[in-house]
């Protein structure tokens, strides 16, 4: 694997069998003191190309298109550390933030730069925007709230330890979940925070979190102990608790089961997929399984032509028939590429890899039909869709509009 980072340990880890684990993965994991759980890159886990090298790209018979409509330069981008940084769109404007802390609001149509605002610290989380409110949270472990209309801080907010997922939002509580296993929300007018929900964090984890997702009267968030819990909205108090995973194996490597991709909401049901463990379906309200299948994925998921899709740990996508287990298709032509969460643009899925390639594959049946090189210094952060147009933010911090021709 081509790696863009190493990962991180949170903790120093003392135990024998724990120490041999990560001699063997010496190249993988480099210790430290001073945090509260030990975490790892999933995409880093190898230094040497000949391990597990990334697929060759070759030619393909272009079906579709993807024609560039305009490009904004958003600070640093995703910078040197291991970030995933994500736009989000609301009302017609998409709103981006660097590292570096800059944040921009761009009007989707024409590209056109609203505001721009630079804050204190280096951003690890975001975007979330809504009911009036720009989110993102810095290393710092502070929450930064932005008014939509102009880009001022409207007040910022310290939580128990780094966030590293979008904020969000239901007009009355801000919602975030921290690396250290917490979520909390905190009051929209001032930051204060109202409720906070912990749950044990196992001792290795992946680096990175789910983005909660805030229903009528609830906030359902994944664990790095492969739960998925859902909490009342109002005042935090449990409501219920599922399994995405079971932990298994004798090393802690091998019990790393993270719900780490976001949720997928689909009217009364949510789905969450975990490294190392299944992919399954739940109600909202009761947390009753719906269904589920085995996999192993770190990334969110998307729906369309009846299908629910994901990709694997080794970036191979899948098209699952909704509320089975039927595979329809699956395409390995960018096994080891790292990359993204699949979209659903118009009759396609599109994914971007480390390499900043952007590729299309048929809904139908999984083919490359496309394909357009958005950043060369590659695609951390998911792409969004809206209305037949594709948005890329590359790590350079090149923020693309692309038309789907």
Same mark, same amino acid.
């Given at each position: 694997?081509? =790696?863009?980072?190493?990962?991180?340990?949170?903790?120093?880890?003392?135990?024998? @069998?724990?120490?041999?684990? /990560?001699?063997? $993965?010496?190249?993988?994991?480099?210790?430290?003191?001073?945090?509260?759980?030990?975490?790892?890159?999933?995409? &880093?886990?190898?230094?040497?190309?000949?391990?597990?090298? =990334?697929?060759?790209?070759?030619?393909?018979?272009?079906?579709?298109? /993807?024609?560039?409509?305009?490009?904004?330069n958003?600070?640093?981008?995703?910078?040197?550390?291991?970030?995933?940084?994500?736009?989000?769109?609301?009302s017609?404007?998409?709103?981006?933030?660097?590292?570096?802390?800059?944040?921009?609001?761009?009007?989707?149509?024409?590209?056109?730069?609203?505001?721009?605002?630079?804050? %204190?610290?280096?951003?690890?989380?975001?975007?979330?925007?809504?009911?009036?409110?720009?989110?993102?949270a810095? %290393?710092?472990?502070? /929450?930064?709230?932005?008014?939509q209309?102009?880009?001022?801080?409207?007040?910022?907010?310290? @939580?128990?330890?780094?966030?590293?997922?979008? =904020?969000?939002?239901?007009?009355?509580?801000?919602?975030?979940?921290?690396?250290?296993?917490?979520?909390?929300?905190?009051?929209?007018?001032?930051?204060?925070?109202r409720w906070?929900?912990?749950?044990?964090?196992?001792?290795?984890?992946?680096?990175?979190?789910?983005? =909660?997702?805030?229903?009528?009267?609830?906030?359902?968030?994944?664990?790095?102990?492969?739960?998925?819990?859902?909490?009342?909205?109002?005042?935090?108090?449990?409501?219920?608790?599922?399994?995405?995973?079971?932990?298994?194996?004798?090393?802690?490597i091998?019990?790393?089961?993270?719900?780490?991709?976001? /949720?997928?909401?689909?009217?009364?049901?949510?789905l969450?997929?975990?490294?190392?463990?299944?992919?399954?379906?739940?109600?909202?309200?009761?947390?009753?399984?719906?269904?589920?299948?085995?996999?192993?994925?770190?990334?969110?998921?998307?729906?369309?032509?009846? &299908?629910?899709?994901?990709?694997?740990?080794?970036?191979?996508?899948?098209?699952?028939?909704d509320?089975?287990?039927?595979?329809?298709?699956?395409?390995?032509?960018?096994? &080891?590429?790292?990359?993204?969460?699949?979209?659903?643009?118009?009759?396609?899925?599109?994914?971007?890899?480390?390499?900043?390639?952007?590729?299309?594959?048929?809904?139908?049946?999984?083919?490359?039909?496309?394909?357009?090189?958005?950043?060369?210094?590659?695609?951390?952060?998911?792409?969004?869709? &809206?209305?037949?147009?594709?948005?890329?933010?590359?790590?350079?911090?090149? $923020?693309?509009?692309?038309?789907?021709?």
């Amino acid at each position: 694997m081509n =790696p863009s980072s190493t990962g991180s340990i949170q903790n120093c880890v003392t135990s024998g @069998v724990r120490l041999l684990v /990560l001699l063997a $993965l010496a190249s993988v994991l480099t210790a430290c003191a001073g945090f509260s759980a030990p975490s790892l890159n999933p995409l &880093n886990w190898f230094s040497d190309d000949e391990v597990n090298p =990334p697929t060759p790209l070759v030619n393909i018979p272009v079906e579709a298109t /993807l024609t560039r409509q305009w490009s904004v330069n958003v600070g640093n981008g995703q910078g040197k550390n291991y970030t995933e940084i994500t736009p989000s769109i609301d009302s017609g404007v998409i709103y981006a933030a660097s590292v570096n802390g800059t944040v921009v609001a761009i009007e989707m149509s024409t590209g056109n730069t609203l505001w721009s605002t630079r804050i %204190e610290g280096v951003i690890t989380g975001g975007v979330g925007s809504g009911d009036g409110m720009v989110m993102v949270a810095t %290393e710092s472990a502070e /929450l930064v709230v932005l008014d939509q209309a102009d880009g001022t801080v409207k007040w910022q907010h310290g @939580v128990s330890s780094e966030v590293l997922s979008a =904020p969000q939002t239901n007009g009355d509580i801000v919602v975030a979940q921290t690396v250290d296993d917490k979520l909390v929300a905190l009051n929209t007018e001032d930051g204060e925070q109202r409720w906070i929900y912990e749950t044990t964090q196992p001792a290795l984890t992946l680096r990175g979190s789910s983005k =909660p997702v805030i229903t009528t009267d609830a906030v359902i968030a994944g664990f790095s102990n492969g739960t998925l819990v859902a909490v009342s909205a109002e005042d935090g108090v449990y409501l219920w608790e599922e399994r995405v995973a079971v932990p298994e194996g004798e090393y802690d490597i091998d019990r790393v089961i993270d719900v780490d991709g976001d /949720l997928l909401l689909d009217g009364g049901r949510i789905l969450a997929a975990s490294y190392q463990g299944n992919l399954m379906a739940f109600e909202v309200t009761s947390g009753r399984i719906v269904w589920g299948m085995e996999a192993s994925s770190y990334h969110g998921m998307e729906q369309g032509f009846g &299908n629910i899709y994901y990709c694997d740990d080794k970036s191979q996508i899948f098209a699952i028939r909704d509320n089975s287990e039927d595979i329809v298709w699956d395409n390995s032509d960018l096994i &080891n590429r790292e990359i993204t969460a699949p979209t659903a643009v118009g009759n396609y899925i599109a994914v971007a890899d480390y390499e900043g390639y952007v590729h299309l594959l048929s809904q139908i049946d999984g083919r490359i039909v496309g394909r357009i090189q958005a950043d060369s210094d590659g695609v951390r952060a998911n792409l969004l869709a &809206n209305n037949g147009r594709l948005y890329v933010f590359g790590n350079s911090g090149r $923020l693309t509009a692309y038309q789907l021709q």
